[in-house]
């Protein structure tokens, strides 16, 4: 393997590891998990998708009280202030990391990142493009 590569790689790594996103979503999901109401919450949704998952994996069609049971448990979820927060931050950390994706997977298969307000990128970097 190329020493160059590994290294950068580790920095990248480390930059990651450093990043306001990162740290966000951090404390976003410790609060999240210092909320009892929004543990309870936690809990029962995974109950529900568990329960689910089975179904699914056993061939059984969800029934629509599975997707009524699903929908509400999703509306709880938004409407707790905490688990709301920490949906935000970690989202906006999988952009973060679909961003760098992006831009490994361009250079790749030959492409550049493309320049904020190209229109391959649209008016904003939205879209997962580096704009530096």
Known sequence: MSAAIMEKANELAELIANSAELENMREKESGMNQDPEAVRIVSEFQKIQEDIYRKQMSGQELSDED???VSEMEEKMNGNPAIKAYIDASQSFE????SVNLIITKAL???QACDCGS???GPSCDSGCSCS
């Open 95 to 98: 952009n973060l990391l679909r």
């Open 67 to 69: 997707k009524k049971n």
């Open 119 to 121: 229109a391959e990128c």
């Open 109 to 111: 298969s030959g492409n």
